[in-house]
C-alpha cells in the first residue's frame, strides 16, 4: 500500500513539473516564432505574405512576394522547433531526431541561376525544404575545414568555391547551402536565429552573383 502511495505521489509531481514545464517553454517557443518572423519581414519586406502553421508549437512554411527592388522575386520560408514543451519527448528530440531549431530559407533570384553548388556541415543530418541533390553529377567533392567545424562540398566550376568563405566567415551557424540550377532556387538551412537572418539574406546575395 505505501508503494502504491509513493508512486502516485511521484507521478502527481512529475504531473505538475510538466505542466509548469509545459507553459515555461510555450511562452519561450512563441516569443521565438513572433521574433523570427519580425525579422523575416524586416529584412525580406515582402509585399504579399501567405503564412501555413505546421502545427501547435512545431513552426510555419511561408511564401514571400517580395518588391521588385529586391534580387529575388519570391522567398519560401521553413521553420522547424525542437519540441521544448514535451518534457517527455524533448530529449529524445534534442539528442536523436532534431539536434537544432531549423530555419531553412530558399530563394528564386530574378536573375538566371547558371551553377549547381552543395555544401553540407559533416555534422548535419537530414530534414528541410531543399531536397539534397544528386552528388553523383558532380566532379569535385571537397572537404574544408572552417571556424564552424568541417564541411564538405560538391561543385562543377571552381568560381563557386567562394560560397564556402561566405558561409566559413559568417556568424550564422549553416548547415547546409544548396544551389540548384534547374530549379532556380538557391537555399541555405541554419539555427533558427533571429539575429542571423540579415546575415544570410546577404550570403544570400552574394551567392546570387557567384553563380549567375
Not at 42 to 70: Q, W
Not at 143 to 154: H, S, V
Not at 157 to 164: F, L, T
Amino acid at each position: 500500500m505505501i508503494e502504491w502511495r509513493l508512486v502516485i505521489v511521484l507521478l502527481s509531481l512529475l504531473a505538475g513539473v510538466m505542466v509548469i514545464w509545459f507553459f515555461h517553454y510555450r511562452r519561450v517557443m512563441l516569443r521565438l516564432m513572433i521574433d523570427i518572423v519580425k525579422s523575416l519581414e524586416e529584412t525580406f519586406k515582402p509585399i504579399d505574405k501567405n503564412y501555413h502553421l505546421l502545427g501547435y508549437l512545431v513552426g510555419f512554411r511561408a511564401t514571400y512576394d517580395l518588391p521588385r527592388s529586391s534580387m529575388f522575386k519570391r522567398a519560401y520560408i521553413l521553420l522547424t522547433l525542437i519540441p521544448r514543451h514535451s518534457l517527455l519527448y524533448y530529449p529524445i528530440a534534442k539528442f536523436i531526431t532534431m539536434k537544432f531549431d531549423r530555419l531553412e530559407i530558399a530563394v528564386e533570384p530574378r536573375v538566371e541561376v547558371k551553377e549547381d553548388f552543395y555544401l553540407r556541415k559533416l555534422s548535419y543530418i537530414g530534414l528541410g525544404l531543399g531536397k539534397a541533390p544528386e552528388i553523383s553529377h558532380f566532379p569535385i567533392r571537397e572537404r574544408i575545414r572552417t571556424r564552424n567545424g568541417p564541411y564538405e562540398m560538391y561543385y562543377l566550376n571552381p568560381d563557386v568555391k567562394k560560397i564556402a568563405h561566405y558561409v566559413s566567415s559568417s556568424n550564422a551557424k549553416i548547415y547546409r547551402v544548396i544551389v540548384d540550377s534547374k530549379k532556380g532556387l538557391i537555399s541555405i538551412l541554419a539555427k533558427a536565429d533571429p539575429r542571423a537572418i540579415k546575415e544570410i539574406h546577404n550570403i544570400l546575395v552574394k551567392i546570387v552573383d557567384v553563380v549567375s
